[in-house]
């Protein structure tokens, strides 16, 4: 065991944005230390997402990142022999990364030609309400409400 816990450490918020979601988010797109390329398809994506809704990206980009994330997930708890599935509420760092997590993964899963193309959409989708992230995280929902007979376990 560890005699310390380690610290958070903090993410400094990206260049153009000037937001650590955003940050966030690009370093979740990141692969094998790539991140210009991570930032230039992120960047991508917000442009699109600009083009097609002349709306402010950021503000789609936050709504998409709040309509994804759960407020509720389940998690196993041992007594006495028996595992239970046990809902409980989601810290807000929590929310955040598995939101981003979701819908960086439903968007690498869609049809779309550019990984920044698929980004657009997949926020754009999540925003509405719509899309992988936003099954993802009704599921997660429902898996909670069927479990809540257990929640007197929680911790």
Same mark, same amino acid.
């Given at each position: 065991?560890?005699? /310390?816990?380690?610290?958070? +450490?903090? @993410?400094?918020?990206?260049? &153009? ?24 398809? @992120? ?18 980009? +936050? /709504? ?5 994330? !759960?407020?509720? #997930?389940?998690? !196993? ?9 046990? !809902?409980?509420?989601? &810290? #807000?760092?929590? +929310? @955040?990364?598995?939101?981003? &997590? $979701? ?9 779309? +030609? ?39 376990? &929680? $911790?």
């Amino acid at each position: 065991m560890r005699k /310390k816990r380690a610290e958070k +450490r903090r @993410v400094t918020p990206d260049p &153009r944005f000037n937001d650590v979601i955003v940050a966030k988010f690009v370093n979740n797109v990141m692969e094998r230390g790539a991140k210009a390329t991570a930032r230039s398809i @992120v960047y991508g994506a917000m442009d699109q997402i600009a083009a097609k809704t002349q709306q402010d990206p950021i503000d789609v980009f +936050r /709504k998409a990142i709040e309509n994804a994330a !759960p407020a509720v #997930e389940i998690r !196993p708890r041992r007594v006495g022999g028996a595992t239970y599935q046990v !809902p409980m509420e989601v &810290r #807000e760092e929590r +929310r @955040v990364a598995l939101a981003i &997590r $979701w819908i960086k993964k439903f968007a690498s899963e869609r049809r779309e +030609r550019t990984m920044a193309s698929k980004l657009a959409a997949e926020l754009l989708a999540a925003a509405n309400g719509e899309g992988g992230a936003i099954k993802r995280r009704d599921e997660m929902h429902r898996m909670a409400d069927a479990n809540r007979a257990f929640a007197h376990f &929680r $911790w």
